[in-house]
């Protein structure tokens, strides 16, 4: 073989490997476009996983959030609405014994007219305690005061539940006997005075007892206002003749006792 044909031989030759190391090449470029593509396409699907993920994850924090946030308002309208009924509440207490104070026995007492069926008879009893002005003359407001809380406390004890037992002012007690008449009203007076008389309260080595005086009225669920006040005018009209007949005494008004066909002891 010629010199010249070898040559051509060797050209050749390193023209066949050249081919192949470039195909080879090209294969390897090609693997690693498609690794590529691959490797952005699971980022891809990645990335979107994420989004939703984080899409799921704000979704479910505005829930929450917003679960909270009405929770937290609803509580802060409980507090607010509670704050509210413990001032009304307030307003219509005697911060001393506890009782319904004037506005809040009113209140009281329009309230059981308004759920009362008409014709349903209710009963004042207003309560004038006897011998309480040596009590603060002598042994002080502080004792006064201790004094008008167990008084209070004996009060509510002779009465039921469902009555309406106020301390409209000083030592002036007044209760709305809830479906009794007057002569029902009477007895439970009587109790009430007989309570206070056995009652003694001791106050700085002294022991003082009392008396009281109670004047008895009857007024009707389904009638005018002007009953009310005519009640209210009759027992203590009622309440002040049983001071001038000698205290410790239970009067009945005597147009309350005639409405009802009884006729009212001179004194009880």
Same mark, same amino acid.
């Given at each position: 073989?010629?010199?010249?044909?070898?040559?051509?031989?060797?050209? $050749?030759?390193?023209?066949?490997?050249?081919?192949?190391?470039?195909?080879?090449?090209?294969?390897?470029?090609?693997?690693?476009?498609?690794?590529?593509?691959?490797?952005?396409?699971?980022?891809?699907?990645?990335?979107?996983?994420? @989004?939703?993920?984080? *899409?799921?994850?704000?979704?479910?924090?505005?829930?929450?959030?917003?679960?909270?946030?009405?929770? #937290?308002?609803?509580?802060?309208?409980? #507090?607010?609405?509670?704050?509210?009924?413990?001032?009304? %509440?307030?307003?219509?207490?005697?911060?001393?014994?506890?009782?319904?104070?004037?506005?809040? /026995?009113?209140?009281?007492?329009?309230?059981?007219?308004?759920?009362?069926?008409?014709? +349903?008879?209710?009963? #004042?009893?207003?309560?004038?305690?006897?011998? $309480?002005?040596?009590?603060?003359? +002598?042994?002080?407001?502080?004792? *006064?005061?201790?004094? #008008?809380?167990?008084?209070?406390?004996?009060?509510?004890?002779? @009465?039921?539940?469902?009555?309406?037992?106020?301390?409209?002012?000083?030592?002036?007690?007044? @209760?709305?006997?809830?479906?009794?008449?007057?002569?029902? %009203?009477?007895?439970?007076?009587?109790?009430?005075?007989?309570?206070? %008389?056995? $009652?003694? $309260?001791?106050?700085? *080595?002294?022991? /003082?007892?009392?008396?009281?005086?109670?004047?008895?009225?009857? /007024?009707?669920?389904?009638?005018?206002?002007?009953?009310?006040?005519?009640?209210?005018?009759?027992?203590?009209?009622?309440?002040?003749?049983?001071?001038?007949?000698?205290?410790?005494?239970?009067? @009945?008004?005597?147009?309350?006792?005639?409405?009802? *066909?009884?006729?009212?002891?001179?004194?009880?």
């Amino acid at each position: 073989m010629s010199e010249a044909l070898l040559e051509q031989q060797r050209l $050749f030759d390193v023209q066949r490997e050249l081919a192949l190391e470039l195909q080879a090449l090209a294969q390897r470029m090609q693997q690693q476009v498609q690794a590529d593509q691959q490797r952005a396409l699971e980022a891809q699907r990645s990335a979107e996983r994420i @989004v939703l993920m984080l *899409g799921a994850s704000l979704f479910a924090l505005g829930v929450a959030i917003g679960v909270a946030v009405t929770r #937290l308002v609803a509580r802060a309208e409980r #507090l607010l609405l509670l704050d509210k009924e413990r001032a009304e %509440a307030a307003a219509c207490r005697d911060p001393l014994t506890g009782l319904y104070n004037r506005h809040g /026995f009113e209140q009281a007492r329009e309230l059981l007219l308004r759920a009362s069926p008409n014709g +349903t008879p209710h009963s #004042l009893l207003l309560i004038d305690r006897d011998h $309480f002005k040596p009590v603060n003359d +002598t042994a002080g407001h502080g004792a *006064g005061d201790a004094l #008008l809380c167990r008084l209070a406390q004996l009060l509510r004890e002779q @009465v039921r539940s469902q009555d309406i037992v106020a301390r409209l002012g000083g030592d002036e007690f007044a @209760v709305v006997l809830v479906g009794l008449d007057a002569q029902r %009203a009477t007895d439970v007076g009587q109790r009430i005075r007989d309570a206070v %008389a056995d $009652f003694s $309260f001791a106050w700085g *080595g002294r022991t /003082f007892r009392l008396g009281t005086s109670i004047g008895v009225a009857t /007024f009707v669920a389904g009638q005018a206002e002007a009953a009310w006040s005519q009640a209210l005018k009759a027992a203590d009209e009622a309440c002040y003749k049983a001071k001038r007949r000698g205290r410790g005494q239970v009067v @009945v008004g005597a147009a309350a006792a005639a409405e009802q *066909g009884w006729t009212a002891p001179a004194s009880a």
